[in-house]
């Protein structure tokens, strides 16, 4: 059963990077065909994917925060982080990590869930 589980501040000041690290449990990042996703629904809002990146290590963006957005992964430690730069308040969301079978950015396509961290851009 893998187990999926964020990390990082929940409280980031406006104009600065947000980063956040999926550790990943019971199964290994680099295994066929599983890709790895960051999600986040901001408050009152939808659940939406912001990239993920596959078993190969290619990655996909969401086109609105591909400029501020990077997926990268560390296959030693069986992890995988997000990095967003320049936030706004906008950018305040519960951020979720996830796995699928499909490179999709379809948030129900993805079965498998870390609990979610609230991440705050606020001064």
């Known amino acids: 059963q893998v187990q999926l589980q964020e990390s990082g501040p929940g409280l980031v000041k406006p104009s600065q990077t947000l980063s956040l690290t999926c550790t990943v449990s019971?199964?290994?990042?680099?295994?066929?065909?599983?890709?790895w996703a960051w999600l986040r629904q901001p408050p009152g809002k939808a659940r939406e994917w912001i990239g993920h990146i596959g078993y190969a290590g290619n990655v996909n963006y969401r086109p609105s925060l591909k400029s501020r957005t990077s997926i990268f992964r560390d296959v030693s430690k069986n992890q995988f982080s997000l990095q967003l730069s320049s936030v706004t308040p906008e950018d305040t969301a519960v951020y979720y990590c996830a796995r699928g079978n499909f490179g999709t950015s379809d948030p129900h396509e993805y079965n498998d869930w870390g609990q979610g961290i609230q991440v705050t851009v606020s001064s």
């Open positions: 019971g199964g290994s990042i680099r295994i066929n065909p599983y890709y």
